[in-house]
């Protein structure tokens, strides 16, 4: 990714595994490292802190269960054949379903920050949401509030049940939630996972604004996707509003407050 900032890219070198039982790792590439609580290591080591087996047995269940389920029209607002007259799109969980490496990525990124309310724009089948609701659950009171403005909402809010019912999944646009938090909220953990361009990521980020907690973090999906989400992710930095940004793997945007 070019530099908006000019700030230095650093990639970092990650080793081989050990042994074919072991999970490779996933490169970081360093955009921004102003912190005085974050750094390279603290990063890397949140990244591979141990997971609850018991929490991971729950989605890996729950991810097999979603497989028998027939797929659901896309989203028009997702879908670029609609209006086109070409057929729907159809999708899958295992389309729409985050993988349990960048899941684990969610789970322990929002542990670090202690997160207690944790915002998701685009839920899916539940699954991303699960891991969510699972760190929120973690802190008294906690609470995970997603927003998936297709019917398959309703799927996602059955997932969460599985880990935390009293996490919400709402079928509206992300821009709502503010009608749904006290105006005192802040907000501790925030996911970007909805429509992958620019405009959008940015209405997104944008309405963001004045509810993150002075330590907190936002995750931004698919970078890889295409240009104009590296673009909407550019935008982002040149804002000038996280002292530790990185990208995971060249495709999860980090931006990081404290």
């Known amino acids: 990714m070019d530099h908006p900032t000019g700030e230095r890219e650093q990639t ?6 050990k042994s074919a039982l072991d999970s490779p790792r996933l490169p970081v590439t360093y955009l921004r490292e102003k912190s005085s609580t974050w ?7 949140v990244l591979e802190a141990p997971i609850d087996p018991a ?25 670029d054949n609609a209006h086109s007259g070409h057929p729907p799109i159809a999708v899958t ?13 969610l789970y322990n990124l929002a542990r670090s ?3 207690k309310l ?5 839920a899916g089948f539940g699954i991303s949401s699960m891991y969510l609701a699972a760190a929120a659950r973690e802190e008294q009171g906690g609470i995970l509030l ?24 709402v079928q509206d646009d992300f821009a709502c939630f503010p009608s749904h938090l006290a105006g005192t909220a802040q907000v501790d953990f925030a996911f970007v996972d909805a429509m992958h361009e620019k405009d959008s990521m940015l209405r997104s980020f944008k309405s ?3 509810w993150m907690g002075a330590q907190s973090i936002i995750v931004v999906d698919d970078l890889s996707y295409s240009e104009s989400a590296r673009d909407g992710f550019k935008a982002m930095m040149r804002m000038e509003q996280h002292n530790f940004v990185c990208i995971v793997n060249q495709r999860f945007g980090v931006l990081i407050r404290g």
């Open 113 to 115: 920050v202690n997160a």
């Open 93 to 105: 969980s295992d389309i729409v379903s985050i993988s349990p490496a960048y899941g684990s990525v």
């Open 55 to 79: 929490t991971l047995g729950e989605i890996a269940h729950r991810r097999v269960a979603l497989r028998n389920f027939a797929p659901w029209r896309l989203h028009e607002a997702y879908d």
């Open 39 to 45: 750094d390279r290591v603290r990063f890397r080591e």
């Open 118 to 122: 944790i915002l998701e724009d685009g």
């Open 208 to 210: 963001l604004s004045g």
């Open 146 to 169: 997603s927003f998936e403005i297709s019917k398959y909402s309703q799927l996602a809010q059955a997932s969460v049940n599985l880990v935390d019912p009293g996490s919400r999944v």
């Open 12 to 17: 970092e070198e990650c080793n081989p595994p």
